[in-house]
């Protein structure tokens, strides 16, 4: 059993895992013959002075996650850098319907790489948006729906072969399950509470429900809905706070065509402020450009390996301090290329954000 340890002194890193790496039908169909993540990374071109781009990566190069060797040297990073588990994403759109499947499936079906591992169900539509160069388009590629209680216990059905994996985080026994938007879900369908009767016929303690938000007045409610911890990721209310505070330098930066600009500190602070006001696990990003995928619309976080580091020292000292409730820490992302959001070594930085979080969170 993949335990989660409880620790304040040692708090628990799990990093998003973004399984688009790969191609698919539907991909094909969409974006053209071939298209992954990569093809938006690869021609992302600077777009102002000084501004980083492309970000290639280093030591994994431009990879296919159906290759399990690239699996496996993903896994044996991560736990060489401290990484406790992979959070997979993980996309059930109703009636049985799922993309990006392959990768997760097949660590399942193999039982390698032996690293520990979580589901987070990434559950919202696909749109243009998401994934081109031309963030202002919003037309539905895939939308994500909710047809009844069968199809949410079908899910549970699908899911639980996960939870019983030796690998699968648990907190006292109980899998980890993260939901990206709990709010979408119809009241109707109780996924929690279904679940957690699910759960019980199939012999479980339980499930630790984690709910997913970028914003702080949805936290409240997402407890109400039953969920035991909720992940708040800052960086969409900063935006917002931004576009207030700095209303002519917005304007500025529109006329110029210059995507939206966030200090690290403002981000930083904001996170620390809400997680310790309304008890949330803090989602810690390490950068954030998102110009790859949407250009002059995109969002970028200024941001360097050193922020990263104090940050985790900072998040970690409120720890020991009894400021947060909770040891675990949610990193976004291991593999988010296309946001300019990884972990994995680049060219320019190397390992420099994998040394961060190791000395961050070490002794």
Same mark, same amino acid.
């Given at each position: 059993?993949?335990?989660?340890?409880?620790?304040?002194?040692?708090?628990?890193?799990?990093?998003?895992?973004?399984?688009?790496?790969?191609?698919?039908?539907?991909?094909?169909?969409?974006?053209?013959?071939?298209?992954?993540?990569?093809?938006?990374?690869?021609?992302?071109?600077?777009?102002?002075? +000084?501004?980083?781009?492309?970000?290639?990566?280093?030591?994994?190069? =431009?990879?296919?996650?159906?290759?399990? &060797?690239?699996?496996?040297?993903?896994? &044996?990073?991560?736990?060489?850098?401290?990484?406790?588990?992979?959070?997979?994403?993980?996309?059930?759109?109703?009636?049985?319907?799922?993309?990006?499947?392959?990768?997760?499936?097949?660590?399942?079906?193999?039982?390698?790489?032996?690293?520990?591992?979580?589901?987070?169900?990434?559950?919202?539509?696909?749109?243009?948006?998401?994934?081109?160069?031309?963030?202002?388009?919003?037309?539905?590629?895939?939308?994500?729906? =909710?047809?009844?209680?069968?199809?949410?216990?079908? !899910?549970?059905?699908?899911?639980?072969?996960?939870?019983?994996?030796?690998?699968?985080?648990?907190?006292?026994?109980?899998?980890?399950?993260?939901?990206?938007?709990?709010?979408?879900?119809?009241?109707?369908?109780?996924?929690?509470?279904?679940?957690?009767?699910?759960?019980?016929?199939? +012999?479980?303690?339980?499930?630790?429900?984690?709910?997913?938000?970028?914003?702080?007045?949805?936290?409240?409610?997402?407890?109400?809905?039953?969920?035991?911890?909720?992940? =708040?990721?800052?960086?969409?209310?900063?935006?917002?706070?931004?576009?207030?505070?700095?209303?002519?330098?917005?304007?500025?930066?529109?006329?110029?065509?210059?995507? %939206?600009?966030?200090?690290?500190?403002?981000?930083?602070?904001?996170?620390?402020?809400?997680?310790?006001?309304?008890?949330?696990?803090?989602?810690? %990003?390490?950068?954030?450009? !998102?110009?790859?995928?949407?250009?002059? =619309?995109?969002?970028?976080?200024?941001?360097?390996?050193? !922020?990263?580091?104090?940050?985790?020292?900072?998040?970690?000292?409120?720890?020991?301090?009894?400021?947060?409730?909770?040891?675990?820490?949610?990193?976004?992302?291991?593999?988010?290329?296309?946001?300019?959001?990884?972990?994995?070594?680049?060219?320019?930085?190397?390992?420099?954000?994998?040394?961060?979080?190791?000395? +961050?969170?070490?002794?």
């Amino acid at each position: 059993m993949a335990e989660l340890k409880i620790d304040f002194n040692h708090p628990a890193t799990i990093a998003f895992y973004l399984p688009q790496f790969h191609p698919i039908p539907e991909n094909d169909q969409w974006w053209g013959k071939g298209f992954t993540e990569w093809t938006n990374v690869g021609k992302a071109k600077p777009l102002f002075p +000084g501004h980083y781009q492309p970000h290639v990566p280093a030591d994994l190069g =431009y990879y296919d996650l159906r290759v399990p &060797e690239t699996r496996e040297q993903q896994a &044996e990073m991560a736990r060489q850098y401290g990484i406790d588990g992979f959070c997979y994403w993980h996309y059930w759109f109703g009636n049985g319907k799922q993309l990006l499947e392959r990768p997760f499936n097949e660590v399942l079906e193999s039982g390698r790489p032996d690293f520990p591992f979580c589901l987070g169900w990434a559950n919202h539509s696909w749109k243009i948006k998401t994934w081109s160069n031309e963030g202002k388009f919003d037309k539905l590629l895939i939308e994500q729906k =909710y047809p009844g209680v069968q199809d949410c216990k079908d !899910h549970f059905k699908f899911v639980l072969k996960a939870f019983l994996d030796n690998r699968y985080l648990k907190i006292d026994g109980k899998p980890i399950f993260l939901i990206w938007e709990p709010e979408s879900i119809p009241k109707e369908i109780d996924y929690v509470k279904i679940w957690r009767e699910e759960a019980r016929l199939n +012999g479980l303690k339980g499930i630790v429900f984690i709910g997913f938000t970028f914003y702080q007045n949805k936290i409240d409610y997402i407890y109400k809905l039953g969920y035991d911890h909720v992940v =708040y990721d800052a960086i969409k209310d900063v935006v917002e706070m931004n576009k207030t505070k700095k209303f002519i330098k917005q304007i500025i930066r529109k006329f110029f065509n210059i995507p %939206i600009l966030i200090n690290y500190s403002d981000y930083q602070k904001e996170v620390l402020n809400v997680v310790t006001l309304k008890e949330a696990l803090p989602c810690v %990003i390490p950068n954030f450009d !998102h110009t790859p995928r949407s250009g002059k =619309y995109g969002l970028i976080l200024k941001s360097s390996p050193l !922020h990263f580091k104090n940050f985790l020292i900072k998040i970690k000292t409120y720890l020991k301090a009894g400021k947060l409730t909770t040891p675990i820490i949610f990193i976004k992302s291991w593999n988010e290329w296309g946001e300019g959001n990884h972990l994995e070594p680049d060219l320019k930085y190397s390992k420099s954000y994998l040394e961060s979080l190791k000395e +961050g969170l070490g002794d």
